[in-house]
């Protein structure tokens, strides 16, 4: 039940971050590192990847392998973050408390794991011992 929980809650994540990415595109742009080009662009492939993060995730038959790619993509986002905590870029028309743009990154890692566990890349052994049995909520 708790992996169903968390499962629900990482799709929450990427569900309203997909969202957010077009109704505060400008935003987001921000905190794009000025290395990469077309920034808005980045955004919006972004806000698509995430919701359809959310649709692999609910799919029992792509679980496993969306759970793989929403880490991958959860490290490729990263230099985005930290350039954001570098810099003090402000988001949503005000600053952010640095404490919390530097929270934000050991954060991204609780949520790979979280990812990871909840769509079955990583064994029930970080909960708990495995019996061998399967639970039937993988």
């Not at 990415?21 to 955004?43: E, M, N, R, S």
């Not at 028309?93 to 609780?110: C, D, K, T, Y």
């Not at 990583?122 to 909960?127: A, E, F």
């Amino acid at each position: 039940m708790l992996k169903v929980v968390i499962r629900l809650l990482v799709c929450g994540v990427f569900f309203f971050g997909g969202i957010a990415h077009f109704l505060l595109t400008d935003d987001f742009a921000g905190i794009v590192p000025p290395f990469l080009p077309w920034p808005v662009v980045i955004v919006w492939v972004t806000g698509i990847l995430e919701l359809a993060l959310v649709l692999g995730i609910l799919i029992p038959s792509s679980r496993l392998l969306t759970g793989k790619l929403a880490a991958i993509y959860c490290v490729l986002v990263l230099p985005a973050n930290i350039y954001q905590a570098l810099n003090d870029v402000p988001i949503f028309g005000s600053p952010v408390a640095p404490e919390l743009l530097w929270l934000r990154i050991p954060l991204q890692f609780v949520l790979i794991v979280a990812i990871l566990w909840s769509t079955g890349n990583i064994g029930r052994t970080l909960i708990q011992k495995s019996t061998g049995s399967v639970d039937g909520l993988n």
